[in-house]
Structure formats: structure tokens, C-alpha cells
């Protein structure tokens, strides 16, 4: 009986653990991003700017996370979104290129999916981008969930395994933020 109840009891803290972790918004980083002019960029990252581009062609913002300042700029070629993320020196921390859904390979999509589900269950896609960071390619899966901390929410995966890195709550300064 003894034994019954010890192996109860640990079932019991385990699940306990389990539902605490998967709370939203309760082991999420948040990071915030407002749209920028160029004029709000700092002079490092105006020099290293994409060239060949009208000023129109670009969107900037500034993001906030972990008490990092980054800058992202984006901008469109050959019917493809991009975007570039610099640090304030105007080093290259990442690039990012928008995609569908659909060109994640259905193996890959369907971990992705099901991960999405166990902790934001009708969660909504409004955006994919491939992420190439450190010499890795990564997922970044932006969606909206009423029970998110911040309402959006960023999920990045491994591409080739599709396991789940980080989730990173979205605080926008306007909504014209999301690009």
C-alpha cells in the first residue's frame, strides 16, 4: 500500500509539473517591437543598410528583449519578404525570409502543429519565416491565442527536427508593428 501511494503522490507532482509549464505566458521571454523611422536607426546600422533600394521599399522597427536593443529591416526582393536583424553596432545578429506554411515539409509541420496545439489549442498562424541565425536555420512561427500573456506569440523550432526551442510573448507599441 505503502508503495501504491508513493508512486501516486509522484505521478501526481509530475503531472502538477507538467500543467504549470505549459501555462502561457508563465516561462515565456516577452519582447517588445514598435515600428522605427530611418532616422531613429543608429548610424552603424545605417551603413550596412541593403543597397539598391528606394527608401519606400523599407520597414523598420526596434525590438527590446532581454534587455537587448536590436533593429530589423525589412524589405522585399524578387516577390520574396526579408528581413535583416542588426545588433546597434550594425552587426548582422540574423536574417529572416517569409513562407508559407505549406512549405515546411508535411513531417516537420505536422511536430510543429502538434506542439502548437498542446499548448495553445486553436491557436492561429499569421506568419512563417525561415530564421537563419549562427549558421543554423531555424522556424519562426508567429500566431495569435486570447489566452496568450500578450495576445501573439512567437514559437521558434528546429527545421530539421521540428522540436520546439522557445516560445517569446509579442508586446507591440501599434498595431501597424506586425509586418
Known amino acids: 500500500m505503502c ?5 501516486v503522490i509522484a505521478a501526481c507532482l509530475i503531472l502538477l509539473n507538467a500543467c504549470a509549464s ?3 505566458g508563465t516561462y515565456h521571454k516577452t519582447e517588445v517591437e ?12 545605417l551603413m550596412v543598410l541593403p543597397k539598391g533600394y528606394e527608401e519606400r521599399e523599407f520597414t523598420y522597427k526596434r525590438k527590446l528583449k532581454d534587455g537587448m536593443t536590436s533593429y530589423d529591416v525589412y524589405y522585399e526582393k524578387g516577390g520574396n519578404q526579408f528581413s535583416i536583424n542588426y545588433d546597434a553596432e550594425g552587426k548582422v545578429l540574423a536574417e529572416e525570409k517569409r513562407i508559407k506554411l505549406s512549405a515546411i515539409p508535411h ?3 505536422v511536430k510543429i502543429e ?8 486553436n491557436y492561429k498562424v ?26 501573439l506569440v512567437e514559437a521558434i523550432f528546429e527545421s530539421e527536427t521540428g522540436m520546439l526551442r522557445e516560445f517569446i510573448n509579442i508586446k507591440m507599441k501599434s498595431i501597424t508593428t506586425f509586418n
Open 34 to 45: 514598435e515600428v522605427v523611422r530611418k532616422k531613429d536607426l543608429p548610424p552603424e546600422v
Open 107 to 109: 513531417n516537420i509541420r
Open 22 to 24: 505549459t501555462e502561457q
Open 3 to 7: 508503495r501504491i501511494t508513493i508512486v
Open 126 to 151: 499569421l506568419m512563417v519565416e525561415e530564421l537563419y541565425k549562427k549558421n543554423e536555420m531555424l522556424l519562426k512561427i508567429f500566431f495569435s491565442h486570447p489566452e496568450a500573456k500578450t495576445g
Open 114 to 121: 502538434k506542439i502548437l496545439s498542446v499548448h495553445y489549442p
